[in-house]
């Protein structure tokens, strides 16, 4: 007959709490090989500890109480034992890389506060951006004064182009055709990205697919129309701070609609974006 332990000292032997010995037994995990009727004090035998060191094991990997007891007292076949490891480990693998990421974030924020020493008047994120569709009309435009003019014109002539094709609008983009900040013969691209309906060509309308981009820092501008140029500063500013690299055009993405069909160009929204890499 095998000598009975103690809560206690089975504790101990195990470098396990009393409380989780008490819940292990509450859920069925691990039942006390003997309770005292008189005072339902819990004692245990020597040979449980190969049991409780197997539920030991699998709760350090991750696996909830459940999925323990299935492993060891549902006879699991070894394929399916292997089959909810490798599940563990790609969930594992899934939260290392969100955690890298957070950490990223951090250094990212710790850098900001660092270099200005005050909290940034703008968040910037990255993101992943799909593949679009777009119709554009593409120009330089000489100087920041000239900007207004020239994107009325542009959009009417893309309007024009729309009410001719039919064409699906999903969204209306600004590209500026740079990888650094720059104040003067701004090489600019006004589009809309399109469904399934595409339209045909026609005159300076192009239609072709930008591809997807797998990061892009992104800044959301709420302000005059006329801010978004400090906004943009302000993102470039970031790139250099945090060592990324532009690699293709500025997006900026109308939020609030169609800039033509606008009328408080003092209250706008939009999303600056800007493919990079380190």
């Known amino acids: 007959m095998q000598e009975y332990i103690k809560i206690g000292l089975f504790s101990k032997i195990a470098q396990v709490t009393i409380r989780t010995l008490r819940h292990y037994d509450e859920v069925g995990l691990l039942k006390p090989a003997y309770i005292e009727s008189n005072t339902s004090y819990r004692y245990y035998v020597y040979d449980q500890l190969i049991r409780l060191n197997q539920i030991l094991v699998l709760k350090d990997a991750g696996f909830s109480l459940d999925q323990i007891s299935s492993m060891i007292d549902q006879g699991v076949t070894i394929d399916e034992m292997k089959r909810m490891m490798n599940q ?143 906004a943009l500063l302000e993102l470039f500013t970031w790139l250099g701070v945090n060592g990324y690299s532009a690699t293709g055009p500025v997006r900026e993405l109308h939020l609030f609609g169609r800039e033509n069909h606008h009328r408080d160009f003092n209250n706008v929204l939009v999303e600056l974006q800007v493919p990079v890499s380190k």
């Open 88 to 230: 563990r480990k790609q969930e594992l693998t899934i939260q290392i890389s969100d955690a890298t990421q957070q950490l990223k974030s951090i250094d990212i924020r710790l850098n900001q506060l660092e270099k200005f020493g005050e909290k940034p008047e703008y968040e910037v994120v990255l993101k992943q951006v799909p593949a679009l569709s777009i119709a554009a009309i593409r120009r330089i435009v000489p100087k920041p004064q000239d900007m207004p003019a020239y994107r009325c014109r542009m959009f009417d002539e893309l309007d024009e182009w729309l009410s001719q094709s039919k064409s699906v609008v999903q969204q209306e983009y600004v590209f500026y055709h740079m990888t650094e900040f720059i104040e003067e013969n701004f090489d600019i691209e006004v589009a809309v990205s399109l469904g399934s309906n595409k339209g045909v060509p026609n005159g300076n309308v192009v239609i072709y697919e930008v591809p997807q981009e797998t990061v892009v820092a992104s800044l959301i501008y709420k302000g005059p129309f006329m801010g978004a140029g400090k």
